[in-house]
């Protein structure tokens, strides 16, 4: 590494009882409602950690300032802002020294003093609509009901966002989901705002409108602000100063935008940091070992795969909450009648809007999953006995074939090192260890990830992961690699190994597929392919060389038009009395139907209160479609009838009917009932109308809303050990090993994610609740309604039928 240069700019940094800083220059107008941050010798190692992520870092911010906070990747930007907003330590251990304090207090007792937007608003999002999610911080913050809806439509209408509060939350594209989420930081009415990455996912038109909500959200609070950033040159106009962090986690520069990023430029460059006004990095390539496919499926230029005229359609996940409930997004056309081809040495670059259809198109052509409509086929060559559909191919087939790097590059960890997985899919292939472990260690150090070589890869970085899915993902040597946005988060350095590999696997002959909104690695395609909506507007080839910010200009003129996915199922003709209740007396009926199938103990009881039960399903339950959620629960019933027959002295029909019918009596209509549940309703009942403990009961409904995004995250699992070769086969053995294998992978994601979004509600609040006095209040009543007593009487009736009828007829 480069000596580093004598800095033209005076450190903004000091020791809390040191001199005044240097002003550098003053704020464009007045702000004084924003917060003074003083950081005092902030050293933070994790447990497991030789080095620390923090060292001894010192700053101070002034009121009303707005920080850039620049540094490589894996220099603790991250790190720093969660030390900021108090929750470093909420879901990590380790080593912590020095102090942070906000307008001279401990951070962990600032309350609403501080707001951090994380990187994935996912992580943020606790509710179900709109308007409940945003006024999760002020219930924790104890505000009145009236002032709370006043904060929340406040707080939507300063980031611009374009829909009302009952829109669901699952139904917004990426650059929607940023609004909403900081829309939630901004209802807290904090004066030190914290904004993590907060565009790094978005194509321009949705990056800039976010941007500008951010802007004009500080000009109309005052609040200080510091904001993480890889790429700056959209942000320096309205900043008032940067930090520049280097690799071991110590402030290097803090100073004006002149001073810090454009007077030394050249060494922030060596650094890996995207200073402006050079010239944009030059891929690293690699040696062709290291990228070669060990079977080329044809001549360079020879088509691979084609996808004639796909289309998907997307359906609601049934989940806890969807049976009665409007709100849930319907069905919508994720593709439509798409096009495309994939050939050898070329790059093929999927571009488009947020919410696009880009994900979509890569998993077809990676053969992740089938179409709709259409067909996706590989050529004779390629395919070569496999099949023509790659969807319907083995998991040894596809693996050979092709690598796949998933958006969510933290799900592809398959194994317990860095080298373990990146070795994972040769090992399953039967490859040579010793030729295989020489091309990962390749990877692996061509790639940045050397010190990281016996790692634990759930200990890496949001950019290191991304690299190691894609050292995992052609570590094997498939003829087609499909990359799904490999170059989030990566700094200049990184950015150019990742794209290095890129250009160096075309050289090699692999067929590269790209769904990116990155300009720079847009110009290094050869082809582009462009989606709007699920449509293709453009498909063109690209001059070898173009510049980046010329082929990203189609990108930037998308629409983003995923809002349309937010529509509404036409309501039925009558909903139902259970639509209309709330969850005490849903569940309560549920529990007088199990205390009444106590009371079965022949055919004839168990057939009258399953009769009166279908007689009122109409009226209770409305109209609906049969649902798949009842599957587990016929099947209950099934196992318990026929277990009953085997066991009955002479083996008796009627005794396994009685079983099987009085599981029915309560599993069934528990499970329908039960979905009319809304999670924040039962937090909201349990809480007003119970009195139970606010933060517990807060805390079970957030673990509700997203138990029901498991099912996803589990066929996204399957999806990446398919890809990798780790597919054990049909038998019953291996299939319990495959269960058992994902049940793991899917827990240690459910903890990671639980953490992640511990962090993102205690930066809203959470932890004000129940301190320091503080009573948490709830946006919603909890009223118990006529339809709530009449389902209850209902319930009772049904519940004591099969006792009257024994009773009538012993």
């Known amino acids: 590494m480069p000596s580093r240069p004598a800095w033209k700019s005076v450190s903004r940094a000091r020791p809390a009882d040191g001199p005044a800083p240097v002003a550098f220059r003053a704020p464009r107008s007045p702000r004084t409602d924003g917060a003074l941050v003083e950081v005092l010798e902030l050293t933070w190692r994790p447990f497991g950690r030789e080095h620390p992520v923090l060292n001894e870092v010192t700053l101070r911010v002034e009121p009303g300032e707005r920080i850039l906070l620049v540094g490589p990747s894996g220099s603790g930007k991250s790190t720093l802002l969660r030390a900021l907003a108090g929750v470093l330590t909420t879901t990590q251990s380790g080593d912590l020294a020095g102090s942070v304090a906000v307008d001279g207090r401990d951070t962990h007792e600032s309350g609403s003093a501080v707001g951090l937007l994380v990187q994935d608003p996912a992580d943020a999002m606790v509710a179900r609509h709109v308007g409940r999610d945003v006024a999760f911080g002020p219930e924790n913050l104890g505000l009145p009901r009236e002032r709370i809806w006043a904060e929340v439509r406040a707080a939507l209408a300063a980031v611009e966002f374009p829909y009302g509060l009952e829109h669901p939350v699952d139904g917004v594209s990426g650059g929607e989901a940023q609004r909403l989420a900081l829309a939630g930081v901004l209802a807290l009415g904090p004066r030190l705002v914290l904004l993590d990455e907060p565009t790094s996912m978005l194509d321009r038109s949705a990056a800039a409108a976010v941007r500008e909500a951010i802007w004009s959200a500080g000009r109309e609070s005052g609040a200080t602000m510091v904001l993480v950033e890889h790429h700056v040159d959209p942000w320096l106009d309205e900043v008032d100063a940067v930090i520049i962090l280097d690799a071991g986690g110590r402030i290097c520069a803090n100073g004006t935008v002149v001073e810090t990023l454009h007077e030394n430029a050249a060494f922030l460059a060596e650094q890996g940091i995207w200073a402006p006004g050079i010239p944009a990095p030059v891929p690293r390539e690699l040696a062709a070992a290291l990228c070669t496919p060990a079977d080329p499926g044809g001549p360079t230029g020879s088509v691979m795969i084609t996808a004639d ?8 996940r049934a989940g806890l909450a969807s049976t009665g409930r409007e709100g849930r997004p319907a069905t919508r056309q994720a593709l439509s009648h798409v096009d495309a081809s994939v050939r050898s040495g070329e790059v093929l670059a999927v571009i488009g809007a947020s919410g696009a259809g880009k994900s979509t198109l890569t998993a077809l052509l990676a053969g992740l999953e089938l ?22 191919w083995s998991t040894t087939d596809l693996a050979r074939r092709v690598g796949w790097v998933p958006q969510q590059a933290e799900l592809a960890v398959v194994a317990r090192t860095v080298l373990d997985d990146v070795l994972s899919t040769s090992r399953a292939l039967g490859l040579d260890e010793q030729a295989s472990v020489r091309r990962a260690d390749g990877l692996i150090e061509a790639l940045g990830l050397s010190t990281l070589r016996d790692a634990d890869p759930h200990e890496l970085s949001g950019g290191e992961l991304r690299r190691l899915a894609l050292a995992g993902a052609i570590a094997h040597g498939p003829s087609v690699l499909v990359l799904d946005e490999p170059t989030v988060g990566q700094d200049r350095l990184t950015w150019a190994a990742v794209a290095g590999l890129i250009v160096s696997a075309k050289a090699a002959g692999v067929a590269v597929v790209v769904a990116t909104h990155d300009p720079l690695l847009i110009g290094l ?41 937010g529509g509404r199922r036409p309501p039925p003709r009558w909903p139902g009395l259970a639509a209309r209740c709330g969850p005490l007396s849903l569940l309560g009926s549920s529990l007088l139907l199990i205390i009444g199938a106590m009371a079965i103990t022949d055919i004839r009881a168990a057939l009258g209160g399953v009769a009166l039960e279908l007689l009122l399903a109409p009226l209770v339950l409305g109209w609906l479609r049969p649902s798949m959620r009842l599957l587990p629960g016929l099947l209950a019933v099934a196992s318990v009838g026929f277990s009953s027959w085997l066991l009955s002295v002479g083996q008796d029909p009627l005794v396994g009917v009685t079983a099987g019918l009085r599981v029915a009596f309560f599993v069934l209509p528990g499970v329908l009932l039960a979905g009319f549940a809304d999670p924040f309703a039962i937090g909201d009942h349990l809480a007003q109308r119970l009195r139970l403990p606010a933060r517990p009961v807060v805390a079970a409904v957030a673990a509700l809303e997203r138990f029901e995004g498991l099912g996803g995250q589990w066929d996204q699992l399957r999806r990446i050990r398919r890809v990798r070769g780790l597919d054990p086969g049909a038998s019953p053995a291996a299939r319990g090993r495959q269960a058992a294998a994902l049940t793991f992978a ?30 948490r209040t709830w946006a919603e009543p909890a009223p118990w309604l006529p339809a709530d007593s009449a389902l209850l009487a209902l319930g009772l009736v049904v519940a004591a039928t099969p006792t009257l009828l024994q009773a009538i007829w012993p």
């Open 371 to 392: 179409p709709s409509s259409g067909e996706v086929n590989a050529s004779r060559e390629f395919a070569a006995g496999a099949g023509p559909c790659p969807a319907r």
């Open 525 to 565: 395609a050869d082809r582009l392919i462009h989606l709007d909506d699920g449509r293709v507007t453009q498909a063109t080839a690209t001059a070898p060389g173009a510049s980046g910010a010329l082929a990203g200009a189609g990108a930037a003129a998308a629409v983003d038009a995923a809002s349309a996915a």
């Open 309 to 316: 005229s796909v289309s998907v359609v997307r359906g609601p």
């Open 746 to 775: 899917l827990l240690v994601q459910a903890l990671q994610q639980a953490g992640r979004m511990a962090v993102a509600m205690e930066a809203r609040g959470f932890a004000a609740a129940g301190a320091s006095g503080v009573r």
